[in-house]
């Protein structure tokens, strides 16, 4: 039987998989005794200087100047986004179980998938649909206790 190749995009999310799994056990960790807020404007003051040396020592800097300001907007726009998705996550991993907060905040899977037919125009299978399905009913029965 042949195996079945791994592309790029699929070892990259697997790894993204990984570290969110690990972001959270280490976020659940060190909210314990501090606020919330604190712990996300740290958390990004070390992840700014870690990603300016690693873009600098790479070779990965555009001119400034070729990049569109539609580009801008919504990279703009995604930054904030992730802002506000990350002080909802520790203040919700700060009150809640990190088992429970983990799951509810994959829900993105689900919305994004939602999103990406609404805003993108991307097309879901059958298949897809049914997913969807499953992860949402997956978040339900692993985060609501009852």
């Known amino acids: 039987m042949a ?12 790894l993204s ?9 280490f ?3 060190g909210v314990a005794n501090v606020n919330s807020d604190f712990a996300t404007l740290f958390r990004t003051a070390v ?4 990603l300016a040396i690693l ?7 555009p ?3 070729s990049v569109s300001g539609r580009t801008y907007l919504f990279l703009t726009l995604s930054a904030l986004a ?10 919700a991993l700060q009150l809640g ?6 799951p509810v905040d994959k829900l993105s899977v689900v919305l994004v998938a939602v999103f990406g037919v609404i805003f993108l125009g991307e097309r879901l299978t059958g298949r897809g649909w049914l997913g969807i399905a499953f992860v949402t009913l997956g978040v339900l029965l692993i985060a609501w206790k009852r």
């Open 55 to 61: 873009v600098v020592a790479t070779g990965q800097i």
């Open 47 to 50: 992840i700014l200087p870690t």
């Open 17 to 25: 998989a990984a570290f969110a799994a690990l972001t959270a056990i």
């Open 97 to 102: 179980d990190a088992a429970q907060v983990a």
């Open 3 to 14: 195996r079945p190749e791994v592309q790029a995009w699929q070892f990259w999310a697997l």
């Open 82 to 91: 992730t802002g506000a998705s990350w002080l909802c996550y520790f203040r």
């Open 63 to 65: 001119s400034l100047a």
């Open 27 to 29: 976020a659940k960790v």
